[in-house]
């Protein structure tokens, strides 16, 4: 079974260069090179300031960072930038490959965002979010009621 098993930056590479595969295959999307490098810089820039912060939060709480087990997760974050996000470190890398995409250029190519978040929902955060559950109860599931997702 694949819950956990692929680590998320690990999947980040692969779908990264299966976007880049598919941009090398199919025809690229009129757009300006400039806005388009300008537009996938700052994605990325702001992508990249989801998992910083969601790192930080971890470790403030002194809790596990490890996605493949959330049953070690010694307390529940919601605090900083988990008040806005259940996942900012998954929305971060969405946003990186997001930005992947913009900079190749290729709408094809962009099915790998979706692919990912969709990877992501199954066999990676609903796995963690039965631990959590199961781990921190009612607390885990009124900020479930309070916070998205992803964003």
């Given at each position: 079974?694949?819950?956990?098993?692929?680590?998320?930056?690990?999947?980040?590479?692969?779908?990264?260069?299966?976007?880049?595969?598919?941009?090398?295959l199919?025809?690229?999307?009129?757009?300006?090179d400039?806005?388009r490098?300008?537009?996938?810089?700052?994605?990325?820039?702001v992508?990249?300031?989801?998992?910083?912060?969601?790192?930080?939060?971890?470790?403030?709480?002194?809790?596990?960072v490890?996605?493949r087990?959330p049953?070690?997760?010694?307390?529940?974050?919601?605090?900083g930038?988990?008040r806005y996000?259940?996942?900012p470190m998954?929305?971060?890398?969405?946003?990186?490959?997001l930005?992947?995409?913009?900079?190749?250029?290729?709408?094809?190519?962009?099915?790998?965002?979706?692919?990912?978040?969709?990877?992501?929902n199954?066999?990676?955060?609903?796995?963690?979010?039965?631990?959590?559950?199961?781990?921190?109860?009612?607390?885990?599931?009124a900020?479930?009621q309070?916070?998205?997702?992803w964003?």
């Open positions: 079974m694949l819950e956990k098993r692929v680590p998320p930056l690990l999947l980040v590479l692969f779908v990264g260069a299966a976007m880049w595969g598919i941009a090398t199919t025809s690229p999307v009129p757009l300006d400039t806005l490098k300008v537009a996938a810089g700052v994605l990325f820039v992508g990249a300031l989801f998992p910083v912060a969601g790192l930080v939060a971890f470790r403030r709480a002194r809790t596990t490890d996605p087990t049953e070690a997760s010694s307390a529940l974050v919601c605090s930038i988990y996000s259940r996942n998954y929305m971060g890398f969405a946003l990186w490959l930005a992947w995409g913009v900079y190749l250029g290729s709408g094809w190519g962009l099915l790998g965002v979706v692919f990912f978040v969709v990877y992501m199954h066999f990676q955060i609903a796995p963690e979010e039965r631990a959590l559950r199961a781990l921190f109860g009612d607390q885990f599931r900020y479930e309070r916070v998205r997702r964003l």
